[in-house]
């Protein structure tokens, strides 16, 4: 049995059988422990998520975000849908955040991208070389990552940036997918914030990598190595405080820290 369908034949989903309704998405890609094995390359498995409707409030809020808008933003079209991962099949390393920001992701389309949160990552990965400019703005702004793939636990924006644990494990077929997708190369993943980090070692339980008991505790910094049960390479997670306004703007996380969690990141990762 594939790591996908361990993973995701167990998750209890409160919304099954839920007729969502969506003004944005006319054909929906069906419920993500259905449809999330079913993709062959990452490619695929972006387009189905940018079609979920799994999670009624989560369309309902992300959507009413896109009619209602920001002032700052009243010309723009909000992109509105799930947001899917970004980055190269290839990756070795990858990086989990939270959700996509209301004004920021379900807005241009990409994660971390058009808030003040992306503006610190993105800064960060351009100075230690894994992005080709130091700005991600819109899905047309000629961005690339080099090594890297940029993914979520939850991939719809919620209210008050607080997905509930129902969506959570509603949401977590995709990054189960994601991950049985980035095998192949995939050395390191970069955690930002304790909610991913818990988010993220359920997957993994139930994936091709061993997770020691005690779970490893979330910190920055914290590295934990685990080993894989596929004879593969093992797994280096690391953690990094959220690049969350409130913590860069109070400095419990500096460009510099950043900066330091990546080039960890690239030096477990092999890729210099």
């Given amino acids: 049995m594939s790591p996908t369908v361990r993973a995701t034949g167990g998750v209890f989903c409160q919304f099954c059988g ?32 940018s079609r979920c409707t799994a999670c009624p409030r989560l369309v309902a809020w992300r959507e009413e975000v896109a009619r ?10 909000y992109w509105g849908r799930p947001v899917p991962g970004y980055g190269p099949a290839d990756a070795e390393i990858a990086i989990v955040g939270l959700a996509p920001a209301a004004h920021g992701g379900n ?12 503006d610190v990552l993105f800064r960060a990965l351009y100075d230690v070389g894994l992005a080709s400019q130091p700005e991600s703005v819109s899905l047309h702004d000629g961005l690339t990552l080099h090594h890297l793939r940029i993914t979520a636990p939850v991939h719809c924006a919620p209210p008050a940036n607080k997905p509930t644990p129902a969506e959570r494990d509603t949401c977590r077929p995709w990054l189960v997918r994601e991950l049985d997708l980035l095998r192949p190369t995939l050395k390191v993943v970069v955690v930002l914030g304790a909610f991913g980090w818990q988010a993220l070692l ?37 953690g990094c405080y959220h690049v969350s306004q409130q913590n860069t703007f109070t400095g419990k996380l500096t460009p510099e820290m950043l900066r330091e969690v990546f080039d960890r990141a690239k030096q477990l990762s092999g890729i210099g």
């Fill in 202 to 238: 359920p997957v993994i339980a139930d994936a091709v990598w061993e997770v020691p008991r005690p779970r490893p505790k979330f910190g920055h910094l914290a590295h934990a190595e685990l080993p894989a049960t596929d004879a593969g390479s093992p797994l280096h997670l690391l």
């Fill in 18 to 49: 839920v007729d969502t309704s969506s003004e944005l998405i006319t054909n929906p890609s069906g419920h993500p422990a259905d449809a999330a094995p079913g993709a062959g390359h990452l490619a695929e498995l972006d387009e189905l998520v």
């Fill in 68 to 77: 209602v808008k920001r002032a700052a933003f009243r010309d723009e079209e």
């Fill in 107 to 118: 807005r241009t389309g990409r994660i971390f991208t058009g808030d003040r949160s992306g």
